[in-house]
């Protein structure tokens, strides 16, 4: 069973950047975590009375929120499509944006894309995506799972191409990198476990549509 | 410290797929005791049907929705193919249109384990424990009120806390969709994603009123107020199937005061898009995952070659067990 309580709502943050374009929509909702998330060394933190929040990998946020350990959680859409986990995806908090790419050293990529039937060599912690992606090319994808860092394996010949997350494309350039098409447009998601959603709607719907207000204020103030 | 040494066996268990022994099969045992005597009481007949199937018997009136997840083999001992059972009702609908066809009315149960060749989440386990009843030939608003209420009283033996049964009926996704985009909108309704939606719209060409109509389901607040507010607005089909829903959701609060709490879903979708009127699901305090599913499923009868009235529901007693 599950140490989450019916009275308590926890929410699942996910470390680093997305962190800190997190903190102003919650506090726009009036949840903001009662210690400073960036300090402290506390995996659970409180929020007002009766919210909670995990500091958590994101990762591991989907694996919390499916589980129940979370009521809801605030992940990457990358990591939604990879996992495809058992939850409901109410808000696109519009955050954290990057896109999902494949790319690969410029004088292959000028070469144009794998033929069909061809085997290529694709650095990823994205394996079922890629796996996806090159079946419907009709090219066979040998899988390299890697941490990160995927731009180095193209350098030292281990990859043909990476398959990744790219957000400005600094870092590709500085490798001798190029995109060769970018797949699908991330950005940070609310997920929330479906048995929570129906248990407690009336502490959940609200602050769903806080964080809706929130993102709609936060769009309109950049669009200015 | 673990010794080093000493052999273990390389037949190793399969992936997925659990002994149970010890504190977990008594327990087990004693749940399901207590759940056949509950339906012993309320009229349900015992079938044990064979745990291998034709394909097509499985698969009749159920589609896609249930072959992607039915493992299936050559028979050695004769042409053609068999395959595991990857759910119960099927059976049940073989059943009673082969073998009972002289009953007008059957109130069948059963419970046994059932294999699914993929597990739906991550952690799942790929065999489950059904146990569950099949209401079959009854007036249909009559069996779905009975049912459910039968769903509640054995969460409540059970001795769940906090016990829920979300209702919610496919018709109204079926009044509001086009055939041909049915599969698309339940994917987005069981992922509950506006910002898909809307994507969505914008490559697809839905009446207005109903994309509206989509979204409020798809963000979670079409419930027995909003229902009543649109009853009459779509079609005969939607004014159907809310006035249904709405008149269940009040008898089941009627009858159960409280004791398990009544949440009317617009947006709730079955596990198996094989469903064809009310469906519902039962939730409990320590579960993070959906512990009993229901619904009535007429259609997957006449596919079987017998038209009938057919609603019921099932659980895995693992998961329950483990909620205990």
Redesign the interface.
Known sequence: ??TN??DVLTIALSKGRILEETLPLLEHADILPVEDVFTTRKLMVDGPEGIRFLIIRAADVCTYV????ADMGIVGRDLLLE?R????????LKIGACRLCVAGPEASVAQGKPEAGSRVRIATKYDYLAKQYYMKQSVQADIIHLYGSMELAPLVGMADRIFDVVSTGGTLRANGLVEEESLYEITS?LI????S???K?GLI?PM?EHLREAVALRVAAEEK | MIEDGGSVSDLKPVVGLDDVFGIRAKKMRQLQALLFQLFDEHGYQEVIPPLVERPESLMAGAGRFLSDQTLVFPDPAGAGLLAIRPDMTPQIARIAATRMQQEACLKLCYSGPVLQSRPHGHMDSRQQWQMGVEALGLSSDQADFEVIYLAALCMQQAGLQSPLLQIGHIGLLHALVEPTHIEDIADLLMRRSPDDFNSYCATHNLPENRRILLLDMIMGVADQTWLRKYQHTVNGDFAKASGDLIQLYDALNARLEGSVKILLDAALMPRFLYHSGVIFAGYAYGSAEVILHGGRYDDMMSAHGRSMAATGFSFDLWRWLDVQ
């Open positions: 069973m599950s309580s019916n499916e589980r129940g350990a996992w986990p058992q939850v409901f995806e109410p808000l696109d998601r929330v476990n479906p048995v959603f129906a248990m709607k719907q769903i």
